[in-house]
């Protein structure tokens, strides 16, 4: 049998001395990919590459929001959790004590820096975010 690429790599990178947990992959990973790429009749090495593009992109995106959520000043930050929870613009403005103009208006400062149009395009976009801990 030959041994594609990432399955070359994948023996260089485990004779490596201390190799950082993130990196240790096991028979079944390789198995699960064998399966996709007989699936999806490509090569391995193809579908390896498709997976580790897809998940860059996608890391590159959470870095991105994290970067957005950090520019937020701690009220909107806060409005914005709430949001998030499911709070209405009112719930918000009695729990913190504001007018629900005040938080109209750190709502909107959220959404332009996040680039969403609406509180429910906010929520949809950080909806795999962990808010508990603003209630």
């Known amino acids: 049998m030959t041994k594609t690429l990432l399955s070359l790599l994948l023996e260089e990178l485990r004779r490596l001395p201390r190799l950082p947990r993130r990196f240790q992959f096991d028979a079944a990973l ?4 064998r399966r996709v790429a007989e699936r999806e009749q490509r090569s391995e090495d193809e579908v390896a590459a498709e997976l580790l593009e897809a998940a860059l992109a996608q890391h590159g ?3 991105e929001r994290i970067q957005v959520w950090e520019s937020l000043s701690p009220r909107e930050q806060e409005v914005a959790a709430l949001a998030c929870l499911g709070h ?3 719930q918000i403005a009695a729990q913190l004590y504001l007018s ?3 938080i109209k208006t750190h709502m909107r400062h959220a959404q ?3 680039g969403v149009a609406n509180k429910a395009d906010l929520r949809a976009l950080l ?4 808010f508990s801990g603003w209630e």
């Open 30 to 33: 390789l198995e699960s990919l």
């Open 61 to 63: 995106a959470h870095e």
């Open 88 to 90: 209405t613009n009112r």
């Open 100 to 102: 629900p103009e005040t």
């Open 112 to 114: 332009r820096k996040f």
């Open 127 to 130: 909806a795999d975010w962990d």
